[in-house]
Nanobody, 118 residues
Framework: QVQLVESGGGLVQAGGSLRLSCAAS?????????MGWHRQPPGKQREMVAT???????NYADSVKGRFTISGDNAKSTVYLQMNSLKPEDTAVYYC???????????WGQGTQVTVSS
């Protein structure tokens, strides 16, 4: 069974920074695995923020390009999300995800709250 443990959320003023971490237990971060961060703003649907493959390829939502950076540590099966220049619209519950494409192997973390005050 895969477990994802997230940390690093909190309250920050607009323009500030936060770093989220997600450690996966029960799975290696291999080349055929994608880890990523998704978020669900209040009253809205969950959306992709950034993903990274075990091979290091990254993908970002347009709304966070240039402000957020995703990185991974394969040896630790851990993924990080560095969030800079935060805006109030970044306020959401952030969820870590790990999956193998084109399979049903797909796990979510419990979520961590990020609140950006104006």
């Amino acid at each position: 069974q895969v477990q994802l443990v997230e940390s690093g959320g909190g309250l920050v003023q607009a323009g500030g920074s936060l770093r989220l971490s997600c450690a996966a237990s029960g799975s290696s971060f291999s080349r055929n695995v994608i880890m990523g961060w998704h978020r669900q703003p209040p009253g809205k649907q969950r959306e992709m923020v950034a993903t990274i493959t075990g091979g290091g390829s990254t993908n970002y939502a347009d709304s966070v390009k240039g402000r957020f950076t995703i990185s991974g540590d394969n040896a630790k099966s851990t993924v990080y999300l560095q969030m800079n220049s935060l805006k109030p619209e970044d306020t959401a519950v952030y969820y870590c995800n790990i999956r193998r494409p084109y399979t049903t192997w797909n796990y979510w973390g419990q979520g961590t709250q990020v609140t950006v005050s104006s």
